[in-house]
């Protein structure tokens, strides 16, 4: 059994986003993508992340959110992990400054 997997690298700000909300969809379809990745630690702004710019990607049809160091450069990330019913991971692999350390990151279960 295989399973298609496209993972995006560094999304950068809004044209990141943007690039991901017109072409993703069509390479869904065309390549029967199972999942897509993405890494997501520049999608605010070209530096951070934020729960808006997670939602707008996760609408866009990413599944899952990897990040690095640049993940705590926005005030409101916490709001990431502690989304109420948020069903995808985020995968840190980044150094020990943050919250957690280097592993995948239940995003509904972090506020417990």
């Known amino acids: 059994m295989f399973c298609n997997i496209l993972f995006i690298g560094d999304v950068m700000g809004k044209p990141g986003r943007r690039a991901i909300k017109q072409f993703l969809p069509a390479l869904r379809d065309e390549y029967n993508l ?3 990745i993405a890494n997501v630690e520049n999608v605010a702004g070209g530096k951070g ?30 709001k990431c992990f502690e989304a109420e019913g948020h069903r995808h991971e985020l995968v840190v ?4 400054s ?15």
């Open 34 to 36: 199972d999942c897509v």
């Open 49 to 78: 992340i934020e729960m808006e710019k997670i939602l707008e990607l996760e609408n866009a049809g990413v599944d899952v959110f990897t990040s690095g160091n640049h993940v705590w450069d926005k005030p409101d990330v916490m």
């Open 93 to 96: 692999g980044l150094d020990t």
């Open 98 to 112: 943050g919250p957690f350390d280097n592993d995948t990151v239940d995003a509904g279960a972090a506020a417990e």
